[in-house]
Every structure is written in C-alpha cells, then in structure tokens.
C-alpha cells in the first residue's frame, strides 16, 4: 500500500464551487504539504503543518485554505475555485531528515 | 523571487551518453539540495541529495555535484537510459525547514 494516498485522483469542477482534496499518510511524519505544480513554474508551497496543531502559509495561499485532522490526515480546500486553481495539487510528508515523500498527486480541472 | 531556477526546461541525450541537469540557487543560506524525479501521474520521487559542506555526493549512475561559490549544483547520469526519462526537479532547504523547488528540467533519453 502507498505511504501517501490522495483523493481524488482526478476532478472536473465548475468556477465557484467548493471542493476538498484530502491527503492521508502512514508514514508517522509529523509534517505535511500542499503543493501545485503548474507547467513551468515547477513546484510552489499552499500550505504546510510541521505538526497537529501547526499550520503556516506558503508563496500562494490565496484562495486556499487548509485543516490537519490528524496526524495522518492534511486536507486542502478551495473555497470558490476559479479556473486559473486548474492544476496537477501535491501533498508531501516529511520525518527528520529533509527528504519529502510525495503523494500520487490529484489533477483539478476548473471550468 | 525564484531563489531556485533550472534554466534548461528540457534536455535531451542519446543512450549511453551523459545527461547533465543543472540548477542555479540565489539564498546563500541553504545548507542542503536534493533532486527528485517525476513520471507522468506520479508524484515527485527522491533521488539524491548533499549537504552543503560537501561538493560531490555519488549513487550509482547518479552524481550530485555542488560549487558553493557559484551558486550552482548539478546532476549528472551515467550512462544515460531511456528509463531515466522525466522531468528532474532540483530542490533547496534551510536548517531543515520547508524545500523550495525549481522549475524542473524534462530529460529525454533516445535509444
């Protein structure tokens, strides 16, 4: 089983509406992050929890907004999506050393 | 701000030969790099890093090299394999903390 699993792995939705990507690991990784990766502008950070009760902005939080349920669980919202949030969305963990572990990521398609 | 840019989006080697993947940073606080590797619907996987108190750290076909007085690290294959075909994303972090990624490089090796 994947250490890092996302749902859902593809979604169409239309400009306004709210939509959740949820992100669940078992790692054990106390920190967690939202990425998006747009063609070439490479990975850039939503948002990132180094633990339950910590939860800090990236370079492009704007119109998201996130909730560490748990430990294993990190969840990323748009609350109105517009179609320029159209993007391939990552989640990552990471333990003590630097290395991040990656989900499968989740393509958003906004209409 | 970029403070990690890989200005080549693309590069393309024959089989057998050397790929070299570059990387420029600009923050000379960074003390660690990492490159990862990404298919097509994966996520971004972890494939060799270095501290920056080193300039050479080698795995295999995979060489990290890191000239501080320059700003620049590069990654270097060989011999190149068309499984080694993907996008290769440097990436650099600070005292641990959250990584900051480049824009990413799409390597395609020929047979």
């Known amino acids: 089983d994947a250490d890092v699993t996302q749902t859902p792995r593809n979604r169409i939705t239309k400009t306004g509406k709210r939509i959740m990507l949820e992100c669940s690991q078992t790692?054990?990784?106390?920190?967690m992050y939202w990425y998006r990766q747009d063609p070439g502008l490479g990975l850039r950070l939503i948002y990132y929890?180094?633990?339950?009760?910590?939860?800090n902005k990236g370079e492009i939080s704007d119109g998201y907004s996130v909730s560490r349920q748990a430990q294993a669980k990190f969840s990323l919202s748009l609350e109105s999506a517009i179609p320029n949030q159209t993007a391939l969305y990552f989640c990552?963990?990471?333990?003590?050393?630097?290395?991040?572990?990656f989900g499968p990521g989740t393509r958003l398609t906004v209409t | 701000d970029q403070q990690v840019k890989q200005n080549s989006p693309s590069l393309s080697v024959q089989e057998g030969r050397i790929s070299i993947l570059n990387c420029d940073y600009t923050?000379?606080?960074?003390?660690?790099f990492l490159w990862y590797k990404k298919y097509p619907a994966e996520g971004p996987t972890f494939l060799i890093s270095?501290?920056?108190?080193?300039d050479k750290n080698e795995d295999g076909r995979f060489t990290v090299f890191l000239n501080k007085s320059a700003k620049h690290l590069s990654l270097h294959i060989v011999p190149s394999q068309p499984g080694d075909s993907a996008v290769y994303f440097c990436?650099?972090?600070?005292?641990?903390?959250?990584?900051?990624f480049g824009q990413g490089t799409e390597l395609s090796v020929k047979p």
């Open positions: 929890s180094f633990d339950v009760k910590d939860i």
């Open positions: 790692k054990g990784h106390d920190r």
């Open positions: 923050n000379s606080m960074f003390d660690y």
């Open positions: 270095i501290s920056s108190i080193k």
């Open positions: 990436a650099a972090s600070f005292q641990g903390g959250k990584l900051i």
């Open positions: 990552a963990t990471q333990g003590y050393s630097y290395e991040q572990y």
